[in-house]
């Protein structure tokens, strides 16, 4: 059971990682050309690279076929859609994707069950709990990249607004900074970056910016990202200091942000309790206890011979 089981995650990880590494690969080429190349004077390159499509067309072509398997509404599709935006792929051929591999997925898991002869332990359970754990993978797998990127915006935002501040001061507008800004963190925070430049896409495009602003958060749902937007809105409504405002958002994120370290230290030893019980203690015990159970053990052996 236990090398049936090895065998069938070993498996599944290295398809995983292969069907990744090639909806990735042109995203990953593109950074790795941004890191090469000098930074661009002007963002049009960025705005450009944001809109192409990064799943390469051959997957497409390939996982057409299966996403037309499942039946699907059209709220199931808004709210996928709505998902894959989270996750950062705003294609249509990325929900596509998404349910396509909602079908490819278990048929392999099916197959590794069969290859791996784990079916044996009772055929009817193990290939139901398959079935659904692959058709629930990919959702799974959409979680943590939402997960991943919102961790991305949250930690990157203070950065953001500190260059932001200093950009309104030294008398730039805000969509001017708003430039700037993602044109200065387009390599060290790309994600956050990526959000700035769809604002003053969407505000190139006709849509006035408190819309614009809202779709950020819609797009990030951060807490903190909907926090600025607010803080935006109601200062550009009442017409007050954009710079006053932005500074005190970023000192109390910036207080936010310590706050979050200390309750996070403050956690630590709870976190800590069962390794320590479960790992560290037996090792000790082990150590301290070892010698003198061994020459209490020769000793009765003694004893019990001499007797």
Same mark, same amino acid.
């Given at each position: 059971?236990?090398?049936?089981?090895?065998?069938?995650?070993?498996?599944?990880? @290295?398809?995983?990682?292969?069907?990744?590494?090639?909806? =990735?690969?042109?995203?990953?080429?593109?950074?790795?050309? =941004?890191?090469?190349?000098?930074?661009?004077?002007?963002?049009? %390159?960025?705005?450009? *690279?944001? +809109?192409?499509?990064?799943?390469?067309? #051959? $997957?497409?072509?390939?996982?057409?076929?299966?996403?037309?398997?499942?039946?699907?509404?059209?709220?199931?599709? #808004? $709210?996928?859609?709505?998902?894959?935006?989270?996750?950062?792929?705003?294609?249509?051929?990325?929900?596509?994707?998404?349910?396509?591999?909602? @079908?490819? @997925?278990?048929? +392999?898991?099916?197959?590794?069950?069969?290859?791996?002869?784990?079916?044996?332990?009772?055929?009817?359970?193990?290939?139901?709990?398959?079935?659904?754990?692959?058709?629930?993978?990919?959702?799974? &797998?959409?979680?943590?990249?939402?997960?991943?990127?919102?961790?991305? $915006?949250?930690?990157?935002?203070?950065?953001?607004?500190?260059?932001?501040? $200093?950009?309104?001061? /030294? %008398?730039?507008?805000?969509?001017?900074?708003?430039?700037?800004?993602?044109?200065?963190?387009?390599?060290?925070?790309?994600?956050?970056?990526?959000?700035?430049?769809?604002?003053?896409?969407?505000?190139?495009?006709?849509?006035?910016?408190?819309?614009? &602003?809202?779709?950020?958060?819609?797009?990030?749902?951060?807490? #903190?990202?909907?926090?600025?937007?607010?803080?935006?809105?109601?200062?550009?409504?009442?017409?007050? #200091?954009?710079?006053?405002?932005?500074?005190?958002? /970023?000192?109390?994120?910036?207080?936010?942000?310590?706050?979050?370290?200390?309750?996070?230290?403050?956690?630590?030893?709870?976190?800590?309790?069962?390794?320590?019980?479960?790992?560290?203690?037996?090792? +000790?015990?082990?150590?301290?206890?070892?010698? *003198? &159970?061994?020459?209490?053990?020769?000793?009765?052996?003694?004893?019990?011979?001499?007797?």
């Amino acid at each position: 059971m236990e090398l049936a089981v090895l065998t069938f995650v070993a498996v599944f990880l @290295v398809a995983a990682t292969g069907v990744l590494l090639l909806v =990735n690969r042109l995203d990953l080429r593109a950074r790795l050309s =941004n890191i090469g190349l000098a930074r661009p004077e002007s963002p049009e %390159g960025t705005l450009q *690279s944001i +809109l192409q499509e990064t799943a390469p067309r #051959s $997957i497409d072509k390939v996982m057409d076929p299966f996403q037309r398997v499942l039946p699907r509404s059209d709220e199931e599709v #808004s $709210i996928a859609r709505k998902r894959m935006i989270l996750a950062g792929y705003r294609k249509d051929a990325h929900v596509n994707l998404f349910y396509a591999t909602k @079908v490819v @997925v278990p048929v +392999l898991v099916l197959v590794l069950v069969t290859v791996t002869r784990a079916y044996e332990y009772g055929p009817f359970f193990v290939y139901a709990l398959g079935g659904a754990l692959g058709f629930l993978i990919p959702d799974f &797998w959409v979680g943590h990249l939402i997960d991943k990127r919102q961790d991305d $915006i949250r930690l990157a935002l203070p950065e953001a607004l500190d260059l932001m501040v $200093i950009c309104v001061e /030294a %008398g730039l507008g805000l969509d001017q900074a708003l430039i700037r800004v993602a044109d200065e963190l387009i390599l060290s925070q790309p994600v956050l970056a990526e959000e700035l430049l769809m604002v003053n896409l969407e505000q190139r495009a006709g849509r006035p910016r408190a819309e614009a &602003w809202k779709n950020l958060a819609a797009r990030t749902d951060v807490d #903190s990202v909907r926090a600025l937007v607010a803080m935006l809105l109601q200062a550009d409504q009442f017409g007050t #200091s954009i710079a006053k405002s932005l500074r005190v958002h /970023a000192d109390s994120m910036r207080t936010q942000r310590r706050q979050k370290a200390e309750e996070q230290a403050a956690k630590t030893t709870i976190k800590l309790l069962f390794p320590v019980v479960f790992f560290i203690f037996p090792s +000790l015990f082990v150590v301290v206890l070892g010698p *003198s &159970w061994i020459t209490i053990t020769e000793m009765f052996k003694k004893g019990f011979g001499g007797g």
